[in-house]
């Protein structure tokens, strides 16, 4: 994933292995387990006009930013035409600009004036699910914008305008909280906090809400009774684990065991589901300052096969940018993506024709 989803605590050496519950469970037997089940299509992927590392969207944010209004909707429908029945829009906001009429902070100088009125009329009519982004109202990079009082405040007056202005699409369907945490061993209580207070205040606007968060540090967590007692206290309805494999944290050899021991903590706290964030990108040269490539598809069938067993849905990071329909009018990203698009395109043909 980006590094978002990695900078807010120092890189530290991972802790190797699982400790406590998740180190009780025998390699051999997820292999066996990941073997005997079958894979699940993707369901849905990760989106945004812009990406917040420059270095890593050189492929596809200055073709994003001259995007007039019908080729997003065009985005939307090409997705859809996949399977992709979820979008969780990354941000509503980034480096200090909005991508709406706000007075929180200037509005993006975009070619289409209003894309999130474009992705969600798109959506209404494809029958595609968005997560609306309730993020960046501050410094994206911080470890604080969780906390910090000028940042909440933005954030909590933008939920309550974003509901107010697109809430009457039926393809809003739920809110992503993006300042996504580092799960060491368990979840901090800041991170709790943030989630707890985004939440409620989604839920009082608009009845119905999904909400999900996208945390890192699956390699690390340990799936103990600390931990299902968090995801009890967690205002939260969808999990979506990050398998780390395009930033060179895990390999598809160990993803299996990881998502295993988080399957049972799951199971222990049904009202959470447990989703995957999986990497489809590999980067061009230095992890984080690089450009983000599409990964062959060889790879990522491989980490569609390692996690399919244990969770309930798998979704992308991501479509834009490393996937493209060969020809598409809104082609956005490096020229292999339309091979990935092709590759995963055939996959599905033979395994899951009921998706297209």
């Known amino acids: 994933m980006p590094n978002i989803r990695h900078s807010f605590q120092s890189r530290r050496q991972f802790i190797a292995g699982l400790a406590a519950a998740g180190g009780s469970l025998a390699a051999n037997g997820c292999a066996m387990r990941a073997k005997g089940a079958s894979t699940k299509p993707i369901r849905g992927t990760w989106f ?41 829009l990354m941000e509503t906001a980034l480096y200090f600009k909005a991508f709406y009429e706000t007075g929180i902070f200037p509005r993006w100088e975009l070619a289409c004036p209003d894309p999130i009125e474009s992705i969600l009329s798109a959506a209404d009519r494809h029958d595609v699910k968005i997560f609306m982004g309730g993020g960046f109202y501050g410094d994206w990079m911080s470890p604080r914008i969780v906390d910090d009082p000028d940042a909440r405040r933005k954030r909590l007056a933008a939920i309550e305008e974003l509901t107010t202005i697109y809430g009457g699409h039926k393809s809003f369907y739920g809110w992503y909280w993006p300042n ?34 996208a945390p890192y540090g699956t390699r690390v967590a340990v799936p103990d009774d600390t931990y299902v007692r968090q995801l009890e206290s967690l205002d939260i309805d969808i999990i979506a684990y990050q ?6 944290k895990s390999k598809t050899t160990e993803t299996a065991a990881f998502y295993e021991g988080l399957r049972h903590a799951h199971d222990r706290v049904p009202r959470v589901a447990i989703w995957a964030d999986m990497e489809i990108f590999e980067f061009e040269g230095e992890t984080y300052r690089s450009a983000l ?15 399919s067993p244990f969770v309930d849905t798998i979704l992308v990071y991501q479509y834009l940018g490393m996937m493209n329909r060969p020809g598409s009018p809104s082609f956005a990203g490096h020229p ?6 092709t590759d995963y395109v055939g996959w599905l043909k033979m395994h899951h024709p009921e998706v297209l």
């Open 48 to 88: 945004e006009f812009q990406h917040h590392n420059t270095a890593e969207g050189i492929y596809w944010n200055p073709q994003c930013v001259a995007f007039d209004c019908s080729q997003w909707e065009d985005k939307v429908r090409e997705m859809a035409e996949i399977g992709l029945e979820y979008v969780v």
């Open 180 to 213: 996504e945490a580092f799960i060491n061993k368990v979840y901090s209580e800041r991170f709790i906090a943030y989630v707890n207070e985004c939440s409620g205040l989604a839920r009082r606007l608009k009845s119905g809400v999904r909400t999900l968060i």
């Open 243 to 248: 398998d780390e494999v395009g930033v060179r």
């Open 293 to 307: 490539l599409p990964a062959p598809f060889e790879r990522v069938e491989q980490q569609i096969a390692a996690i």
């Open 336 to 341: 292999g993506s339309a091979r990935l698009y």
